[in-house]
């Protein structure tokens, strides 16, 4: 979508195109009520400041939207849609990265009680592998804050994919 056509949405088209990017209400409507934007770079600004910091409660309530890795979702949803692309380096892995990371992902289920996140757009399956390993290593207080980060940075990414100059 154009920037000037996001721009000219009503307020509650703009909150439906966004909410794919990121189903926070607090983050979705703070985009939706700063247009019009000047350009996708101040878009994006406001993005990334609007998702500092998320609260425990919206991150975890947005990662009710998020498939583990490796598991890419069906429909045709936006947000499926997006997920299946970003997760697009994990889809031609060996069985064996698949499985290492069924069972890393089933590990940090058990540790941290939530859904692995990572930013997976660009990434290979055994690079996702490496980062997950690591991050089990976390407390759950250092975990908390990558995953935030880890949302901002997602949700970032397909704002960018999703509205063009």
Request: with cysteine; charged share 25%; aromatic share 4%.
């Amino acid at each position: 979508m154009r920037l000037d056509a996001f721009n000219g949405l009503d307020r509650g088209s703009a909150v439906d195109v966004l909410r794919p990017c990121l189903d926070v209400p607090r983050w979705v409507e703070a985009l939706a009520d700063g247009r019009p934007y000047a350009s996708v770079d101040a878009l994006v600004a406001a993005a990334s400041a609007a998702a500092s910091p998320f609260t425990t409660a919206e991150v975890e309530g947005a990662l009710a939207h998020h498939p583990p890795i490796g598991r890419r979702p069906g429909g045709e949803t936006a947000e499926a849609r997006m997920s299946r692309g970003e997760q697009a380096g994990v889809a031609a892995t060996s069985r064996a990265v698949g499985a290492a990371l069924a069972a890393g992902n089933l590990a940090y289920e058990e540790k941290f009680g939530r859904v692995f996140l990572i930013r997976a757009a660009g990434r290979s399956a055994s690079e996702i592998l490496d980062v997950l390993d690591e991050r089990l290593a976390h407390s759950a207080a250092e975990e908390d804050v990558v995953v935030a980060e880890q949302l901002r940075q997602i949700a970032v990414l397909r704002l960018k994919g999703l509205v063009t100059p």
